[in-house]
C-alpha cells in the first residue's frame, strides 16, 4: 500500500502554518525554487493522493536520490519546522522546553538557577494534571537539595507529595479503566439496554467499590470519570432519574474546581450540551433553563468562531425540542431560521447535521408543514454517512414514510413500508411501540372510510398508550411521539391543532 502519510500532513495545515513552512524552506536551501518547496506545493494541490503523477513529474523537481526517500526528507523537515513553529504555545510545550532548561542547568551545576526553573516547571504540571512530570521534577528538586540533617524536612515532605502525586495517578488510571469498560459496552450493546443478560452485566459494573463511593475519586480526573461512567450506565438501564443526577454532579464539578471551565473548555461545553440533551429525553426539564443559561454564559468566553456556531447551534435545538416536548409546537417552528443560520460547516460534525435536519423536519411535521418536512428529510436521505447512525436512520425513513402518507402519496407507501421493515429488521430495533407501529403500517394504504381509519388507530393508541409511561421506551417516544400521531389521525388534523 502506497504510503499517503505525507500527504495527509500537509493536507492538515492550517494556511500559517503552510505560510512559516515555505519561509523555513526558502532560508534551508537558499534558493528562490526549493525543490523540497516544489514537491510540497505538488502534494498540496492534490485533492487526492496521486502518487504515481507525483513520481512522474519528480526529476524536474531537482531533487537527488530516490523519491520514497525525497518524500521522508520532506515529512521531517516539515515536522522539524512545525515543532518550532507551535514551539512553547501548549502546557506541554512550555514544560518540555523548561525541562531541557532545567537538566543544562544541573549540568552547568547552576543549582539556584535549576531551582527556580523546577518550581516554574511543577507550576505548570500541578495546573494541568501531568502527573508524570510532577513526580519527576518533584524528585529533581529533592535530589538539588544537600543531603544534610537540616534538609531532612524538607527531604521528607517532598518525597509524602511524591507519594500523593503517585497516588493521584494511580486512582485515576483506576476510574479511567472504569470509563474505557463502559465503553467499551455500550460499543457492544448500544446505549439502552433491554436484554436482561446484559442488564445484570451492567448493574453489576455499577457495584464496583469505587463506583459505589464517589470520596474515592481523589482529583478532578478522577471524578470526571466517575460521572460519565455513571452517567452512561444508568442511561443504558433507562435509570432516568439517576442519569440525570449524574449527569448535573458531572457539571458541577466545574464548579468545584472553576479553573477547568478555561483549561477543559470543550469538555464543560459538551458536558452541558450533553445535560440539556439528557434532560429533554428524560422529560425532567426543572433543570433546563438553568443549564442553557449556563451554556449561554459559557458561549461568551468561547474564542473559536467555529466552535461558538457549533455550540449555539445545539443550544437553538436543545430550545427547540424541549418546545416540542411542552407542546409548543408553533414556538418551535419559529426557532427554525435561527437553528439555520448557526447551522455547522457540512465537513465537521455529520452527527450534528443529520440530528438537525431530523429534528426540524419533526418540528415541520407536527405543525402540519409536510412538504418543508419532506425537504429536510430528503437532505438526510440523500447523506451517505446517515447509516451510521442507526436511530436517526430508522426514525428519518419512519418520518419520511408517515410525511408521504400525510400528503396523499399512497402508491408510494408499500415501497417505503418494505424498506423501513428491511432496516428494522437489519437494525434488530426492540421497542415494543415501534413493532406495534411497523405492525399497523401494511394497514394504512388500505383505509377506506372514517370508521375503519377510527377503529385502526383506537386500536393502535390502546396498545401504544401505556407504553408512553415505559422508562425502557422513552428513547422511542423521545424520536417520535406516537401518541401524538395517532390522536392527530383521529381528529383528522395536525398534531399542532391538537393543541389550539
Known sequence: MVSSQLFELIRSLSPAEKAYFKRFAHKQHKRKASPYLQLFDAIDRQKKYEEGKLQAGFQKFGISGSFPAA????????LHCLTDFHAGKSPEDKLARLMQEIHFLKEKKLFPQAAKK????TKIAEEHDFYEQKVLLLNME??????QPKTFEQR?????????????KHNYVQYRQLYEEMVNLTHRFGWLVKKEDQRKLVREKLAHPLLRDSHKALTFLAKFNLHNTLTSYYLMLSDWPNTVLQSRLRLTLFEEFPKYKQLWEQNYLVSLDNHLRLLITAELLDDFDATASELETALTKVKDPSEHLLRHGALVQHRMNRLQKEFRFREALAL??????????????????ISRKFFIARVCFYNGKFESALDYLNESLNNKALSIFPDFHFYTELLTLLTHYQLGNIWLLESLIRSLTRLFQKLERDYAVEKTLIRLLPKLPDISSKKENQQLFQQFLKKIEPLREDALERLAFHYFDFVLWAKSQLAQKPIVELFP
Open 336 to 353: 427554525i431560521p435561527e437553528l439555520e443560520k448557526s447551522a455547522p460547516p457540512k465537513f465537521h460534525n455529520t452527527g450534528m447535521i
Open 156 to 168: 521528607m515532605a517532598l518525597l509524602q507529595k511524591m507519594e500523593t502525586a503517585l497516588d493521584e
Open 71 to 78: 518524500k521522508n526528507y520532506l515529512y521531517n523537515l516539515l
Open 142 to 147: 529533592r535530589q538539588l537539595l544537600p543531603f
Open 118 to 121: 523546577i518550581r516554574a516547571a
